[in-house]
């Protein structure tokens, strides 16, 4: 198990945003992943996906990595935040901008 966690801090910590996701931004497998990548691209940011559904050793360590038992998750300059329920509360009272602005997250290019 140390492998796959050592892959996933890689991950977080080389990504100021990632998104553990089922699909990829352009086809998301399930609704959850899909108003996660919504929130993330309305607010304009560059992201890193990991689509969980093609390596199950990452779908399941995920969850052990971040004591959270649902896909999708977000990680900001390394900190879990949450879910797609999370992220879309915090998108609507304006925390979520906030945050990534404060932490300098780079804007996607167009």
Known sequence: MSDINDRIRSLVSDNDVVLFMKGTPL???CGFSN???QVLDHCGVAYESVDVLQDMEVRQGIKAYSDWPTIPQLYVKGEFLGGSDIMKE???AGELQ???DEQGVA???S
Do not use: N, S
Request: hydrophobic fraction near 60%; glycine fraction near 0%.
């Open 90 to 92: 915090m998108f609507e």
């Open 107 to 109: 804007k996607a290019e």
């Open 27 to 29: 086809f998301p497998q």
């Open 98 to 100: 906030e945050l990534l």
């Open 35 to 37: 108003l996660a990548v």
